[in-house]
């Protein structure tokens, strides 16, 4: 089992960048595939982006392409997601998330199908 905490949410301005850190621990974080999510007020938690255990694979949502960009550094157990030129509707909890194995976009793409999750890390942008 892994336990997943991220970190780096905050306050900032639309046209800001934030990075967020997702620090893991029990198990190393090269045997999963990695995402991160949000979930706005009131609504169902939505996917950002993926990425493969090795990185050599990603999927990002049509919504953040461009201006978000997800890593991971096996070595040191976390990945990050560098969001740049954010907007007011980027506002959310932000969740990173961990499964077993990558796979086709529907799959990675529901949140049913994550195993791990964080505790979440508020981002709000102020326009």
């Known amino acids: 089992q892994v336990q997943l905490v991220e970190s780096g949410g905050g306050l900032v301005q639309a046209g800001d960048s934030l990075r967020l850190s997702c620090a893991a621990s029990?198990?190393?974080?090269?045997?999963?595939?990695m995402g991160w999510f949000r979930q706005h007020p009131g609504k169902e938690r939505e996917f950002v982006v993926g990425i493969s255990w090795s990185g050599r694979s990603t999927d990002y949502a049509d919504s953040v392409k461009g201006r978000f960009t997800i890593s991971r550094d096996n070595g040191k157990n976390t990945v990050y997601l560098q969001m740049n030129s954010l907007k007011p509707e980027d506002t959310a909890v932000y969740y990173c998330?961990?499964?077993?194995?990558?796979?086709?976009?529907?799959?990675?793409?529901?949140?049913?199908?994550?195993?791990?999750w964080g505790q979440g890390t508020q981002v709000t942008v102020s326009s």
């Open positions: 029990g198990r190393t974080l090269k045997s999963y595939t």
């Open positions: 998330a961990a499964r077993d194995g990558w796979g086709r976009t529907a799959l990675i793409r529901t949140f049913h199908n994550w195993n791990y």
